[in-house]
Structure formats: structure tokens, C-alpha cells
């Protein structure tokens, strides 16, 4: 089985998807570029980086943190049981 690829690869899709170049993530998101950049050369985004980053891609912040393999915070967590349905569609404008 295929691991799925690491949160960079994934963020950088979505980007391009979306026709969202690094510089427009980063000042979407309020960040500096680099921070962009070391994420997706690898380096693991932090919780904030996460909730500031969603946005910019037109996320909720919980389809975010879902992507980057991360437990979702209480705080984003749905409240509706349904919702876990709306992850293959997540899944799908990934790929």
C-alpha cells in the first residue's frame, strides 16, 4: 500500500490547484515566505502555521490539520457526525 505523501507535496498541489503561488500562500496567510518554503521542503507545520495557513487555499482549519496527518484540535472539531463524509471530497481535489 502507497503512504500517502508528506504534507508539503499535498499543500503544494492544493496550491497549485488553486492557482496559488508560495508568495500568494504566504501573504494569505500572514507569514513569512520561508515558512512556507521549509514546509514544504519537509519541515513539520506547527498547529499555528496550520489554523493561519487554511484560508489561503479556502480550507476550514480542521480540513488542514486532517491533511498534515494531525490530530484535529477540540476547538475545529466538528460537531456534526455527518461531516466525516465531506473527507473524500478533501481527498479528491488533493489528488
Known amino acids: 500500500m502507497e503512504e500517502p505523501a508528506a504534507f508539503g507535496v499535498q499543500l503544494m498541489r ?4 488553486r492557482g496559488i503561488g ?3 500562500l504566504a501573504r494569505r496567510a500572514s507569514v513569512a515566505q520561508t515558512e512556507i518554503t521549509s514546509v514544504l521542503m519537509g519541515d513539520e507545520p506547527a498547529p499555528s502555521l496550520l489554523r493561519r495557513l487554511a484560508p489561503a487555499p479556502d480550507l476550514h482549519p480542521s480540513d488542514l490539520f486532517v491533511v498534515a ?18 473527507v473524500g471530497w478533501l481527498a479528491w481535489e488533493l489528488t
Open 69 to 86: 496527518g494531525r490530530q484535529v484540535p477540540d476547538d475545529l472539531a466538528p460537531l456534526d457526525p455527518a461531516a466525516a463524509s465531506a
Open 22 to 24: 508560495v508568495g500568494a
Open 14 to 17: 492544493l496550491a497549485e490547484v
